[in-house]
């Protein structure tokens, strides 16, 4: 009788013991997956921005807008305005593809300042098929996340 009376306890013991060390393990693990994963979506949002700003209009017909001083003031800073724009997406696109150094070196020509639409494309594709596989590792399976 006495035997029984520490066996009672002993798998609740036990189950406390390994939750109290697998817990922490456990929840560093995912929150490095949930950074890693938050820095491929920075990544591919920067990528997509800075692909929409090489496209940003430099100029405008006057017709459009009406011919007034304060149209000719806008037209002359217009292409001013896009290339600002364009350098600073260009400058986070590239802090942001620097971010994921640790994860991945994704192939491209960074020794160019401006980036050809083909590159933007790479680009895209190599990031989000990284990111897939982040989330492959959480979720469990490809066939889960195609539902």
Known sequence: MQMTSWLTPAPALTGVLVG?????????RFGWQTSRREAYDRAISAVRVAQLAAKYPR?????????TDEARTYLRELPIKGFEYYRQAIQEMRSALATLEPYLIPEWDDDQWQTSDSTYAALLVQLKKARRKTLIFYWGSER????
């Open 144 to 147: 889960r996340l195609e539902r």
């Open 20 to 28: 109290a060390l697998f817990a922490p393990l456990a929840a560093t």
């Open 59 to 67: 100029t405008v017909n006057l017709v459009e807008i009406g011919d």
